[in-house]
């Protein structure tokens, strides 16, 4: 643990017996299955607006948080099983300002820990105690590809920032002697099930209206990336997904977020939706790409997706009538939807080729699609 706090506090700290220093630095560790998930204040007031607006895939893990967090409301978090109640010694609540924070001094974090990964990180919401306000969400590098993940989504934001503000947090800052990045706290809530509109809503706006682009071009760009990849596996069958690409068909070019599924989707009260977790994002993209992602996001985290014939039927099956009113909206065939659902499987492949860990599902699952992509059928 101590090692844990050191990266993620300030300089100095270190872990101590709770009743050894002041409540307002006592901590509850709350665990994962693989480690500590939260480290957040001991004082509810002081947690509750960030781990309000957190929910567990899961819904096993849901009924779990919930209860987590009614012992929390109730003052006896520490009686949760795995749960630990620290003290943060030497925390001086003024030393952010190598971040950014200066004339504040009442600044709590509430940190929340990812799985363990090549690119796992931590994320530090920095909450003033006197005000209630997120003054700023801090991403710390802990997994060897992390730091490059970090520094990749800060240019994106600032990428998106200049396209459509609005849709993302605004970036605040890179420290890379610190391997930390700073961005805006989004206010609002994350469902979900969102309504499917609220999703497809808020893709357009990603689309880019001057400039076009078409999947075969695309395809062969993706195809430089992968041949770019160090030790390729199932190089002969993502290949032949991306030589299946042929639709030449003219749309809007879209900025392709990467990781478009509902738990990084915040919906404010006016309706409007903002995105985080930005590290996957690429301009260069086109529409349905997170779509289909968006669309197969339970299947995926579930590791139901065996074969491209199972996720055509989670996705363009499933979902046919949106997947055609959108067509419709580009004055594309149905069979650029194919060759669009083929593509954003390559896509997942290429942008996630360095998180991998024991938990991490998602690459199997494609390895699956593209060895069963050769005897698939198409649906038109």
Not at 82 to 88: K, T
């Amino acid at each position: 643990m101590q090692p844990l706090i050191q990266r993620l506090f300030p300089p100095g700290c270190v872990v101590v017996p709770s009743a050894s220093v002041p409540k307002a630095q006592r901590f509850v560790v709350i665990p994962g299955d693989d480690g500590p998930r939260w480290i957040a204040p001991l004082d509810w007031n002081l947690s509750e607006k960030v781990l309000r607006q957190w929910s567990p895939i899961a819904r096993a893990s849901r009924a779990k948080w919930r209860l987590a967090m009614i012992a929390h409301r109730m003052q006896c978090i520490r009686h949760i099983p795995g749960a630990a109640v620290i003290g943060i010694a030497n925390l001086d609540s003024g030393a952010w300002a190598h971040l950014g924070i200066i004339d504040e001094s009442d600044i709590v974090p509430v940190i929340y820990v990812a799985r363990p990964s090549t690119t796992q990180k931590a994320v530090i919401s920095l909450l003033s105690a006197n005000s209630g306000e997120v003054n700023r969400v801090v991403k710390v590098a802990l997994g060897s590809h992390a730091w490059s993940s970090l520094e990749r989504e800060h240019a994106n934001l600032e990428s998106v920032e200049q396209m459509h503000s609005g849709l993302a947090p605004r970036p605040l800052g890179l420290f890379p002697a610190l391997g930390m990045t700073a961005q805006e706290w989004i206010e609002g809530e994350i469902r979900l099930s969102p309504p499917e509109r609220a999703a497809v809503n808020f893709l357009a706006l990603l689309q880019q209206q001057k400039q076009q682009t078409t999947l075969r071009g695309l395809a062969r760009r993706y195809h430089d990336r992968l041949t770019a990849l160090p030790e390729r596996e199932d190089e002969v069958q993502f290949d032949r997904m991306l030589d299946s690409v042929r639709n030449d068909e003219p749309v809007p070019a879209a900025f392709y977020h990467g990781d478009f599924v509902s738990w990084n989707l915040i919906c404010q009260d006016d309706g409007a939706c903002r995105a985080i977790d930005w590290e996957f994002s690429d301009p260069d993209g086109a529409p349905l790409l997170d779509l289909f992602h968006y669309l197969l996001r339970f299947p995926f985290a579930a590791g139901l997706i065996d074969s491209y014939r199972t996720a055509a039927r989670f996705s363009l099956e499933a979902h046919r009538p949106l997947v055609e009113s959108i067509l419709d909206r580009l004055g594309a065939s149905f069979r650029y939807a194919e060759d669009a659902l083929t593509l954003s499987f390559v896509a997942l492949y290429v942008t996630r080729h360095h998180q991998v860990s024991a938990i991490e599902r998602t690459q199997p699952q494609l390895r699956a699609v593209a060895a069963s992509f050769a005897g698939a059928r198409t649906l038109n």
